[in-house]
C-alpha cells in the first residue's frame, strides 16, 4: 500500500511539472510576438510632373530595390500632396511650390527639408501663336498679349505648384482672368491640361519635363521661356514622425537620403538625355536656392 501512494504521488508531482512548462510556455507567447515588424511601405505624396514625366519610374525601382522599402507614389497637385502632409497621410513630400511648402516646415509638420532639382515652366501654344506671344520680352508680357487679345488659356486650376506659379504671374501682370470666357480651368494633373489645350488650340503653363515626355502627342509648341523666375524647383522633406504615430519616419529619411545622394542625382542629371537630348530636370542637392539659374 505504501509503494501504491508513493507511486501515485510521484505521478502527481510529474504531472503538475508538466502542467507548469506548458502554462510557462503560453505564458510566454505573447512576448515573443508583441514586437511588430518594422512597416516597409512608404506613401510618397508628390507633384503630377515627376510621374507624367516618367521620372518616378525610374527612380521608385532603384530605391526599392537598395533599400527593400515599397513605395507608394501618389502623383497629385502639389497642393494636395502638402495637403496630406499636414494631415499626416503621407510619410515623405516631392514638391515643388516653395511659398507653400515653407509653413510646414515651419510648424514642424516637415522635416529635413532638402533642395533636389530644378527645371523651368515654359508657355506653350498654337504654332500659328493667335495671340503674338512669340513677339512679347516676357512671360509676363506674353500673357498680357493672350488676355488683350482674348485668347484662350488653360489653366490646371488645381493649386498645384505649376498652377500656383501661374496666379502669382497674372497677378504680376495686374490682370484677373478669373471668370474670363477665355479662360479655362481643368482642376486636372498637367498632362491632362496639355491634352486639354491641345483640343482647344490654346495657350497654357506647364513644366518643361512633362511638355517633352508628350511632346510627340502634341501639336503645341514652345512659345515663351527663359525668364529666370520661371525656374521651377523642387524639394523633398519627410512628414515628422513626431507629430503623427502613423508615419514612417524611418522610411521617410531613408528616401529623402537617397533623393539628394551623389547616384540619384546623377541619374536625374542623366534623365532624358538620350530621348530628348536633353536634361528633363538638374540637380540640385547641396546648393542654395539663390545659386540656381546663375
Known amino acids: 500500500m505504501l509503494k501504491r501512494s508513493v507511486l501515485v504521488w ?3 508531482i510529474v504531472l503538475a511539472m508538466a502542467l507548469a512548462g506548458c502554462q510557462a510556455k503560453t505564458e510566454q507567447a505573447p512576448r ?3 514586437k511588430a515588424p518594422e512597416s516597409k511601405e512608404i506613401v510618397l505624396a508628390t507633384t503630377t510632373s515627376t510621374q507624367d514625366s516618367g521620372l518616378l519610374d525610374v527612380l521608385i525601382p532603384y530605391f526599392e530595390k537598395k533599400t527593400g522599402y515599397k ?3 501618389i502623383a497629385v497637385g502639389t497642393g494636395q500632396a502638402l495637403e496630406q502632409g499636414k494631415k499626416g497621410d503621407a510619410d515623405v513630400l516631392l514638391t515643388h511650390a516653395m511659398s507653400s511648402e515653407k509653413p510646414l516646415v ?3 509638420v516637415a522635416v529635413n527639408y532638402q533642395l533636389v532639382m530644378h527645371n523651368d515652366f515654359i508657355l506653350v501654344g498654337p504654332e500659328n501663336d493667335p495671340a503674338g506671344v512669340k513677339q512679347a520680352g516676357s512671360s509676363i508680357e506674353a500673357l498680357k498679349k493672350i488676355a488683350e487679345k482674348g485668347a ?6 488645381d493649386k498645384s505648384g505649376t498652377d500656383t506659379k501661374e496666379k502669382s504671374m497674372w497677378k504680376t501682370a495686374q490682370i484677373d482672368p478669373k471668370g474670363k470666357q477665355w479662360y479655362q480651368e481643368t482642376g486636372s494633373g498637367m498632362g491632362q491640361t496639355l491634352t486639354i489645350a491641345n483640343q482647344k488650340l490654346g495657350y497654357t503653363l506647364t513644366d518643361r519635363a512633362t511638355f517633352l515626355a508628350q ?11 527663359g525668364d529666370k523666375d520661371l525656374l521651377n524647383i523642387y524639394h523633398v522633406m519627410q512628414v515628422n514622425p513626431d507629430k503623427f504615430a502613423r508615419v514612417n519616419g524611418a522610411g521617410g529619411k531613408a528616401f529623402v537620403e537617397y533623393m539628394v545622394s551623389p ?3 546623377k541619374i536625374i542629371e542623366d534623365f532624358g538625355k538620350d530621348k530628348y537630348g536633353q536634361s528633363l530636370f538638374y540637380p540640385d542637392a547641396g546648393k542654395k536656392v ?3 539659374g546663375k
Do not use: C, H, M
Not at 152 to 157: D, L, P
Open 10 to 12: 510521484v505521478a502527481i
Open 32 to 34: 515573443d510576438t508583441a
Open 71 to 73: 513605395v507608394k507614389p
Open 106 to 108: 515651419d510648424e514642424g
Open 152 to 157: 484662350v488659356f488653360v489653366s490646371r486650376g
Open 215 to 225: 511632346q510627340k502627342n502634341l501639336k503645341l509648341v514652345i512659345v515663351s521661356e
Open 263 to 265: 547616384e540619384t542625382q
Open 290 to 292: 539663390e545659386e540656381l
